[in-house]
């Protein structure tokens, strides 16, 4: 089986011991493993925290120091290579307390030999890989339980907010029945009734993000989906001189969706397109049938913006994820995207680079595929 090389580091203050096992590990196989050796704790404290190294060899006695206050530095400081003990002679109390520290193995170097020293070696190293693999996953699990939590929490503080704030909407018309010719008050009461309906339109989008309500999915022209969309920002468009065009590669059939939804996303698309340019640059809408995959068909929203940095991309989707100034971004509009998108069947993708722009590709399917998140009643 062709097994890339370990890198496996001996640090041990004894360069006979050092000869002794590249002499051994040669022998269990000259291809398998590569060997360094240093006698310095302070280097392989540095090689052990950089990661340097597949596999660590520790011999117990470093001079001044041990075995033992190396792997407890390193592991303080966050290595997780595989680590195993060496010891002049059989002893079982260090035996004993390697395990405890948590050491993948312990070996007393008269016991070594090539076979030996391989399969311990290549055991602790795919022992290492399965549990920080199983972490990963673990993590992976947990953040997205606890999105969804996020998600079910805001719906639900969303839906109590809004009995009240409907309340208070309701003074404010009555209020303004009451108050006759009085442009002074009636100003008072505008600022007022802009404010709540912002903190309503907050409180509906969070609704809807944590529920997974949907309408009926009827056959709906996405073109005309797309111009109605446009000719709702084409003003800001015009006034920030930022120009728009449409791209339609195919006639696209009918497509099943809830069109008020699917508006809603392409909105948000749109409006994130706007916040990244400048005056000159571009956002292109797309319509295209999707190649790989047969049976969806592609909307892409393409802008000469900023674009966005790499390792922040994949955060983009989660919510409340937002770079813009408080007042300006709430980070949900890229996770609503990818629910509407989702609860359709189809799915969403960003591509982007910092300073030169973003595509962001939404793929629906020409007929109905419920996802299975849309069964659940939300
Ligand atoms: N077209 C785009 N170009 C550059 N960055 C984008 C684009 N679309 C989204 N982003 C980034 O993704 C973040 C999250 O977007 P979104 O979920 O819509 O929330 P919001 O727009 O409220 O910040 C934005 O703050 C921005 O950093
Ligand atoms: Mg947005």
Redo the contacts with the bound molecule.
């Keep these: 089986m062709p097994l890339s090389r370990l890198r496996v580091l001996l640090v041990d203050d004894d360069e006979d011991d050092y000869l002794i096992l590249r002499g051994q590990l040669s022998d269990a196989g000259a291809d398998a493993f590569h060997l360094d050796w240093t006698p310095e704790y302070d280097r392989a404290l540095g090689s052990a925290v950089a990661g340097s190294y597949d596999v660590l060899l520790i011999d117990y006695r470093l001079g001044a120091r041990t075995g033992f206050e190396l792997f407890r530095e390193a592991t303080a400081r966050g290595c997780q290579t595989p680590k195993i003990l060496l010891t002049g002679q059989g002893d079982r109390a260090v035996d004993l307390e390697a395990m405890r520290l948590g050491f993948d193995d312990y070996l007393p170097k008269a016991d070594l030999t090539p076979s030996v020293l391989d399969r311990t070696i290549r055991y602790a190293v795919e022992r290492r890989r399965a549990v920080l693999e199983h972490a990963k996953i673990m993590e992976i699990a947990a953040s997205r339980e606890h999105l969804a939590l996020l998600g079910e929490i805001a719906a639900g503080v969303a839906h109590e907010f809004r009995n009240p704030l409907h309340g208070v909407l309701n003074c404010v018309q009555i209020l303004r029945s009451r108050i006759g010719n009085n442009p002074d008050l009636a100003r008072w009461l505008d600022t007022q009734e802009e404010g709540l309906r912002r903190m309503d339109a907050i409180a509906d989008r969070l609704l809807r993000l944590g529920r997974h309500e949907l309408g009926p999915l009827l056959p709906s022209d996405m073109g005309k989906l797309i111009e109605d969309s446009l000719t709702l920002i084409r003003p800001r468009a015009e006034k920030e001189g930022i120009s728009i065009r449409v791209e339609r590669v195919v006639d696209l059939p009918a497509i099943p969706m809830d069109a008020q939804r699917v508006g809603e996303a392409l909105l ?1 698309l749109l409006t ?2 706007l ?2 340019c400048k005056r000159g640059d571009t956002v292109e809408v797309g319509i295209l049938a999707t190649p790989g995959e047969p049976g969806f068909a592609t909307i892409t929203v393409t ?1 000469s ?4 940095a790499v390792d ?1 991309q994949e955060r ?1 989707f989660e919510p409340f ?4 100034p408080i007042g300006k ?7 609503l995207v990818k629910r509407i998108a989702e609860s359709h069947g189809g799915h969403v993708d960003l591509t ?1 680079k910092a300073g030169q722009g ?1 595509t ?1 590709r939404m793929r629906l399917p020409l007929e109905v595929r419920l996802a299975p998140t849309n069964e659940a009643r939300g």
């Design positions: 948000n994130n397109a916040d990244a802008d913006g900023q674009g966005i922040l983009l994820f937002t770079t813009k971004g709430s980070g949900l509009g890229l996770a982007s973003t962001v």
